[in-house]
């Protein structure tokens, strides 16, 4: 694929949406955890998760965060901008903003 294409493809907001599904589908499978149980974490009913595995509704930023938080990702990961689930808490962020 040209860099260009890449590019152009990540331009698409459908892009997005389908790497969230994909990401979802796979880390749920792998994780064996159901519809009801990924629901009452994050706060909605199983039928809201199997749209979003469906790719027919996508979740708000809230409901992103906890999506990432439950299965210890970032949110860069469950949208597909990286492919490195690596979670980082950066706990010293006050600290870092004083020095700029």
């Given amino acids: 694929m040209k860099k260009s294409e890449s590019f152009s493809k990540k331009s698409d907001p459908n892009y997005w949406a389908n ?38 509704s996508q979740p708000n930023i809230d409901r992103l965060e906890k999506i990432a938080e439950f299965f210890h990702v970032s949110l860069d990961y469950l949208i597909g901008r990286t492919d490195d689930p690596t979670f980082v808490l950066y706990a010293n962020y006050d600290e870092r903003d004083k020095k700029k």
């Fill in 19 to 56: 790497q969230f599904t994909i990401r979802l589908r796979n880390m749920m499978d792998e994780g064996g955890i159901g519809n009801t149980e990924l629901g009452a974490y994050v706060g909605v009913g199983k039928s809201a998760v199997t749209a979003w595995k469906k790719g027919t």
